[in-house]
C-alpha cells in the first residue's frame, strides 16, 4: 500500500525541523514507516483507510514538536575527547623537537614541522567533515585510486635505504581501502571471497615491491583482522562448514606474501628472527642497533639521564638522525628516565582504547570496518615502533603516530585520524543496506511456498 499524501506531508514537515540535514532521509523513512504500519494496525480493527490514516497522525502527535524533540537527539556527535588526545599527541612531538634534542639548525626544522603538521591538521579537518559512507558507495573507485597512488609513488620517490620513500607511506592507506572492497564483496558468496584475496594480493605485491617489511606486516595482519571479522559476521553466502577453511586464507596470503617478499631481498627469515632476539648474534652487523638499543635502556634511570655507555654518549648527546626518527622512545627514555616512556605510552594507549571503544559501538557495518580498519593501523605503527625501541628489531618501524619526526607520515596519519573521526561523529545516522544475497538465496529461504501456502522463517540467519 503505497505512503498517503498526508503521511508525506507530516514527515517532511517533522524533518523540516531537524538542522542535520544527513539525518532528515532516515529520520524522514522511519516516521514514514511507523505511520504506515499504526495507520495499517487501525485498519485491521475496523477502520477505513483515509480515517486510520488520519488517527495514526494524531496519535503521532504535532510534528514541530516531535521534529523539535529529534533535534535534540540527532545532532553530529564532535569526539572532543579524541580530538584533544589527538592533539596531546602532537603537542608531544612538538615539545620533543623544540626541547629535548638541540639541532643546529633548531628553527628551520622546527618550521618544517610544523609547516607539515598544519597541513596534517588541514587535511584531518577535511577528512572530518566528508560523508564516510562514500566510500561504501564507490569502493572500486577508492581502491584504485590507492593503488594508483602507489604507482606515482614510485615514478615520484626517491630511494632511502633501498625503499620507494613515499611509497612506504602510501602502504598506510591500504587497509583503509582493503575494508571497502571487503564491504562491496558482501552477500557475494565465494565469489566475494575470491575478489577479496586477489584485492588483498595487489595491494601485498605493492608492499614487497617498496620494498616495506613493515608495510607488508602491517597490511597483512590489518587485512586478515579485517577478513575474519567479516566471515564472523557472517558477510559471504558460504555453508558454514566452509567458514573455518575461509578464516585460514588471510593467514595462508599473509605468509606467502611475507616469504616471498624476504626472498626478493635476499635476507634468511630464521637469521634476521635470531639476531632480533639476540643482536649480540651479529654485533656488528645486522644486531648493532639492537644492541645499542639495549645498552641504552639497560643504564636508564626511572628519572633524569641514565648512564649512558661511553661508546654512545656522543651520538646521543649530539643526536643522530635515527634518534629522531626510529629511535626517539629509546633516547627520551635515556636522557628523561622511564617516566618519559610511561607518559608517553599513556597517552597512546588512552587514545588506542577510546578508538577501539568507538569502533564497536558503531551501529553500521561500514562505520565499524572503516574505523577498525584506521585503528588497526595505527595500533600496529605503535606497536611495531614500541617493539624496535626496546630492542626487538626484525623491520625498521614506520613511524610512531604524531609523535616521531616524519612529516609524510604526519600528514597521512591525521587524515585517517580524520576519516575516523568523521566516522564517530556521523556513524549513529548511517544505516546498512538490507541483505540482498546473489540470486536471492536468502530470501528463498526466508520466504516459501507449498502447495498454497506462504511460509517465513524466521530462523533462517540462525542457520545460514
Same mark, same amino acid.
Request: proline content about 3%; glycine content about 8%.
Given at each position: ?6 503521511f508525506k506531508e507530516y514527515t517532511e514537515s517533522v524533518c523540516r525541523q531537524l538542522r542535520w540535514k544527513k539525518a532528515r532521509p532516515v529520520i524522514g523513512r522511519e ?20 480515517t486510520a490514516a488520519r488517527e495514526a497522525i494524531r496519535q503521532m502527535g504535532n510534528a514541530v514538536e516531535i521534529g523539535m524533540e529529534l533535534d535534540r537527539v540527532h545532532r553530529p556527535k564532535p ?59 564507490? %569502493? ?26 613515499? !611509497?612506504?607511506? &602510501? !602502504? ?70 566452509? +567458514? ?18 624476504? +626472498? ?44 649512558? %655507555?661511553?661508546?654512545?654518549? !656522543?651520538?646521543?648527546?649530539? %643526536? ?7 629511535? &626517539? ?71 610512531? %603516530? ?63
Open positions: 500500500m503505497l505512503m498517503p499524501e498526508s516516521i514514514g514507516a511507523h505511520l504506515c504500519d499504526q495507520r495499517d494496525a487501525l485498519m485491521k480493527s475496523g477502520m477505513d483507510e483515509d569526539q572532543w575527547g579524541m580530538l584533544a588526545a589527538t592533539a596531546a599527541l602532537l603537542m608531544i612531538g612538538l615539545l620533543i623537537r623544540l626541547f629535548i634534542f638541540n639541532d643546529e639548525d633548531r628553527s628551520g626544522l622546527l618550521s618544517v614541522r610544523l609547516f607539515y603538521t598544519a597541513v596534517g591538521i588541514a587535511v584531518m579537518l577535511i577528512a572530518y567533515f566528508l560523508d564516510f559512507s562514500l566510500l561504501g558507495k564507490y %569502493p572500486k573507485t577508492v581502491y584504485f585510486s590507492v593503488v594508483a597512488l602507489s604507482i606515482a609513488g614510485f615514478c615520484v620517490s626517491y630511494t632511502v635505504n633501498g625503499q620507494s620513500f613515499y !611509497t612506504q607511506y &602510501i !602502504t598506510l592507506l591500504f587497509p583503509l581501502s582493503f575494508s571497502a572492497i571487503i564491504f562491496a564483496a558482501r552477500n557475494k558468496g565465494y565469489g566475494g571471497i575470491i575478489l577479496s584475496g586477489l584485492a588483498f594480493t595487489l595491494l601485498a605485491f605493492i608492499a614487497i615491491c617498496v620494498p616495506s617489511v613493515s608495510g607488508l606486516l602491517l597490511f597483512a595482519i590489518a587485512g586478515m583482522v579485517l577478513l575474519n571479522v567479516a566471515v564472523y559476521r557472517r558477510w559471504f553466502d558460504v555453508k558454514r562448514t566452509h +567458514r573455518f577453511l575461509l578464516m585460514l586464507i588471510p593467514a595462508v596470503l599473509l605468509i606467502a606474501a611475507f616469504f616471498l617478499f624476504m +626472498r626478493t631481498r635476499g635476507d634468511h627469515l630464521w637469521n634476521r628472527l635470531a639476531v632480533a632476539l639476540n643482536p649480540s648474534l651479529d654485533p656488528n652487523g645486522t644486531g648493532y642497533l639492537g644492541n645499542m638499543t639495549r645498552a641504552l635502556l639497560s643504564g636508564a634511570n626511572l628519572f633524569g639521564m641514565g648512564n649512558v %655507555p661511553e661508546s654512545y654518549r !656522543t651520538l646521543l648527546m649530539e %643526536p643522530i638522525d635515527l634518534f629522531q626518527t626510529d629511535l &626517539i622512545l629509546t633516547a627520551l627514555t635515556s636522557l628523561l628516565g622511564w617516566m618519559a616512556f610511561a607518559v608517553i605510552m599513556i597517552a597512546l594507549l588512552f587514545f588506542i582504547l577510546k578508538g577501539f571503544s568507538l569502533c564497536f559501538k558503531q551501529k553500521s557495518s561500514l562505520g565499524l570496518f572503516v574505523s577498525l580498519s584506521i585503528m588497526i593501523t595505527l595500533t600496529m605503527q605503535v606497536l611495531g615502533y614500541v617493539l624496535f625501541n626496546l630492542g626487538f628489531q626484525f623491520s625498521a618501524p614506520i613511524s610512531l %603516530p604524531l609523535i616521531s619526526f616524519g612529516n609524510t607520515a604526519t600528514v597521512v596519519n591525521l587524515g585517517l585520524i580524520g576519516f575516523m573521526l568523521s566516522v564517530f561523529r556521523t556513524g549513529d545516522i548511517v544505516k546498512d543496506e538490507p541483505m540482498a544475497y546473489k540470486n536471492n538465496k536468502l530470501l528463498s529461504r526466508f520466504l516459501s511456498w507449498d502447495n498454497g501456502k506462504l511460509t517465513i522463517d524466521f530462523k533462517v540467519h540462525e542457520r545460514y
